[in-house]
């Protein structure tokens, strides 16, 4: 059975008295077992085992705190109550060498030798070994496969719980392959969550808000129910930040040790990237920091493969949600810069990642990159991030198969008279629409995100929304002939599902694909849902868009734009991490980036200039103005106050009108009425020594000047 005798010091018994009935250990015993729940599917298996006729060797994986001990317990007391002598061997209290395993068996079986050990496994009644916290029998593994397990009797039960599934050594022998009954340990259902919350008194009202935070974890479950029971009254959603004891409480749980700081750094990727690729830490360190460090990514990517709580999937690892969410928190409670630093350089890594690549390998690339955007809580209302890929999305089929079921989506958005519209854009750019189906493949969801180089006659027949989408360009002063707009005509779904799943669809990959983007534009049937989401992603209402639409039969009622043609894609997303780096409470106004620009329509601009010249000396009222966001001011501002350069730029307008006696006279007009800051007109007038009727009309034609000389520089015209 072994090769080493029995050590008399290795299992002691109790120092008082025989632990009987009566005493602690039957209250706690009773306490643990008052205090489990679920786990139905697990004894189900378990009684299977016991059940067999053929030898087999039980084996539970699964990391720490998930319920692997409680649960050996409730086999234990299965075991028992069919008659079997069910004994735990666990290895935080025995070392994991040969001779103190024997001894130990030795003593649990009141056996005074190996030889009395083998008598009493083949002759008495039935034996149920539960090895747990195998993680640490690494030493006596080959042992433990070699020796021990083939010396037992059949009947012998064995079942090994630890953090680990099986190594290749049990699972490369054919023998072992065929005995090992293998069971990994999940997390605990939402029904036997909130009954585990239930029996630690924490109020019902409280345990949606628990599930979600710990993602049914037990351990969690009972760490988070001792602070939720101080909280009863609080409507404030609990988070792992708030509490760091627990933090490092489940960290220590998580991970015992990192081997170096190439490791943690593999390991914090893992926690906020969707999966992990050797290329992906390759990519994510710098040539010279490779050429330094002791390991190279394929070790810290194998590293990771081997942790208990990583999961591998197709597109590459990825972590069990409650340990993704813990280290994530504890990175983000330790180093706040840090985290903030990963953040960003892992958006512009998997960006580059993504523009390297094509098709639906480019679709599946932009799903890593937008997760990043999890970590914002604003934004889980609108983004199913657990479910970003898994619903079924395509082409509609060229065939019209779809025909029907997309006019049917379409016209409950917007009417049947918006068929015609949609009929044509599908025949000229059927590759830039998506339909969500359902299990049965029928389409429930619709997008359509249009490249457009302009607006065509053609197209503003077609489709009245593109006569008004035209006249908003124009005011927003038009496109140069290498630019192009990207239009979401089209975002419908059947059922909320379908909407919140079709947000996350390529709407926003075009953003940082189509080159020389000028304006984007998102439509919906109404544009009230959608204010926070667009709010987040810096487009601004459409208003006087929404104005021209509201006249149309079957369009759109609700509009968003960007204007891109000063901030660059990648400006932009850099705006989105900072964004998403954001807290619930954060007003998003805090976090606008200095080349964010706001597209103005000929009019809006014009009424903006109006009141910069009036508000030319009040430098409170000038920081307000809607030109300090406009495309002219950004680009010349630099890193220089924009109401400053607003009074430059008007200042500048007003020495290009020339040296004609009449330009001199408009710039005269402008500057004595509001750079000079004449009390009232007739006293401008007065100053300038002009007829009130010839001032008004000098004052009106050097106005519009002004704006014009603005305008053209807002355009990129000059």
Known sequence: MGERGPDKNAAKQPLIGGGGGGGLAAHLERARRDAFVGRSDEQRWFETLLASEQPVVGWLYGPGGIGKSSLLR?????????????????????????????????TALESIDEEALARRLAAGPRVVLLVDTWELGGACEGWMRQALLPSLPPQTLVLFAGRHAPSGAWRDDDGWRALL???????????????????????????EMLCALTHGHPFAL?????????????????????????????MDRFVTSVPSEQHRRALRIAAVARHS???????????????AASETPRECFEWLRRLPFVLEGPRGLYPHD?????????????????????????????????????????????????????????????????????GWADRPRPDGADRDAVHALVSEAFGA????ALDYWLERQRGSFSVLRSPLGEPVALSGHLVLAGISAEDRRADPVMCALADDIEARGGLLADQHIVVTRYLVGQGADGDKRLRHNRQQMRYLSVPNLAFAYVLHPHAEPWLAAHAHADFTRASALEAHLAVLEAAPRGAFARDFRTSSAEAWLELLVERSLMSASDDYGASSSASAVLALSREEFAGAVHQALRDYSRPTELAKNALLAARCVVLAAGGAQRADTLRELIDSALQSFGDHPRDHGYARAVRATYIDGARTQEAAAERLSMAFSTYRRHLARGVERVTEWLWQRELGAT
Not at 230 to 247: I, K, N, T, W, Y
Not at 324 to 336: K, L, S
Not at 417 to 420: D, E, F, L, N, S
Request: hydrophobic share 45%; charged share 25%.
């Open 74 to 106: 409730r086999w234990a007391d299965l075991a028992r109550e069919r008659g079997c002598t069910a004994v735990t061997l666990d290895l935080q209290q025995v070392r994991a060498s040969p001779s103190e395993i024997i001894a130990w068996l030795c």
């Open 417 to 420: 008279a918006a068929r015609p």
């Open 181 to 207: 009954r293998v069971l990994p340990l999940r997390n605990l259902t939402r029904s036997e969550s909130s009954e585990l919350l239930a029996r630690a008194g924490v109020p019902e009202a409280l345990h």
């Open 277 to 291: 690729t050797e290329a992906l830490l390759r990519a994510m360190t710098a040539p010279s920091a490779e050429a």
């Open 322 to 390: 409650l340990a993704r969410d813990v280290i994530g928190a504890e990175f983000r409670w330790r180093d706040p810069e840090g985290f903030r630093k990963l953040i960003h350089q892992l958006t512009f890594c998997l960006l580059d990642l993504m523009r390297d690549l094509e098709g639906t390998a480019q679709e599946e690339a932009f799903l890593e990159l937008l997760y990043l955007n999890r970590i914002n809580p604003k934004l889980h209302d609108f983004f199913d991030f657990e479910g970003l890929g898994s």
């Open 222 to 250: 009972t760490l988070t129910a001792e602070l939720a029971r101080g909280r009863a009254q609080s409507s404030e959603p609990l988070r792992f930040d708030q509490a760091p004891d627990v933090l490092r409480t489940l």
